[in-house]
C-alpha cells in the first residue's frame, strides 16, 4: 500500500467516524458529546497535515460557508434541525462542524477531483427524482413507525392498491420511508396527528 493511499484511508476514516459522532449524538440527544468527539477528530487530521496552518483555514472557512448556507435554508423552511441549537435562529453547531469534517476531505480522499470542475458540477447535480403525492388521512388503513439503530421506517399502509401503484418504487403491500433518528420525534407527531385525523 502506497503511503498516499493509506493517508486517504485514514482521512477518509476519520471523516465517517466524525459524521457518525454528529449524527448518532444528535439522535440520541447528545449533540454536544458527538459534536465534540468530531472537533478532536477534526483536530487529529489538522496536526497530521503537511500544512496545518492551510488545512485549519480551509475548515474554518468551510464551517463559516456552512453555517451561513444551512441557517439562510433553515429560515427558508427548507428543513430543520430538532436538536443542538445555540442560538435558536442559528443552525446548531453540530452540523458546522459537519461541514469542516467534509472540508478535511479536500486535500486527500476527494483530491483526485481537483481541477476537475465539470466533474464535480456534474456529480452534485446527480440525485433521486422527487415525486410528491398528496394523500387524505382517511384513505389509510395504518401508519407506524419501526425504530432501527440508525434510521427508522415510517410505515404507510393505504386502504387500496392505486395509491400504492401512484408512489415511486415496488411497492408490495405498503410504502416504507427511511428517516434519520434525529427526526424522530417530528414523525411520531406526524404518525399521532395522521391517526388522529383518520379517527383511529
Not at 483536530?43 to 439562510?72: M, N
Not at 476537475?116 to 401508519?143: F, H, N, W
Not at 404507510?156 to 408490495?172: E, I, S, W, Y
Request: charged residues 20%.
Amino acid at each position: 500500500m502506497s503511503r498516499r493511499l493509506g493517508e486517504n484511508i485514514l482521512n477518509y476514516g476519520l471523516y465517517q467516524a466524525g459524521w457518525f459522532a454528529c449524527v448518532l449524538g444528535a439522535a440520541g440527544g447528545r449533540p454536544w458529546l458527538g459534536m465534540a468527539a468530531a472537533l478532536l477528530l477534526t483536530a487529529v487530521h489538522v496536526t497530521l497535515a503537511r500544512s496545518p496552518g492551510r488545512e485549519l483555514a480551509l475548515v474554518l472557512l468551510a464551517g463559516g460557508l456552512g453555517a451561513i448556507l444551512d441557517t439562510l435554508q433553515m429560515r427558508l423552511a427548507v428543513f430543520a434541525f430538532p436538536s443542538g441549537h445555540l442560538v435558536g435562529w442559528l443552525c446548531p453547531p453540530w452540523i458546522v462542524v459537519m461541514w469542516m469534517q467534509f472540508a478535511t476531505l479536500f486535500h486527500f480522499a476527494l483530491s483526485w477531483m481537483g481541477g476537475r470542475y465539470a466533474l464535480s458540477a456534474l456529480l452534485g447535480m446527480v440525485g433521486k427524482k422527487t415525486q410528491t403525492v398528496k394523500v387524505e388521512p382517511a384513505a389509510l388503513k395504518d401508519i407506524w413507525i419501526e425504530r432501527r439503530p440508525f434510521k427508522d421506517r415510517l410505515c404507510v399502509r393505504p386502504k387500496k392498491r392505486d395509491l400504492l401503484d401512484a408512489m415511486p418504487g415496488d411497492n408490495a403491500f405498503e410504502l416504507t420511508l427511511r428517516i434519520w433518528k434525529i427526526y424522530r420525534r417530528e414523525a411520531q407527531k406526524l404518525v399521532e396527528e395522521v391517526n388522529r385525523m383518520r379517527g383511529a
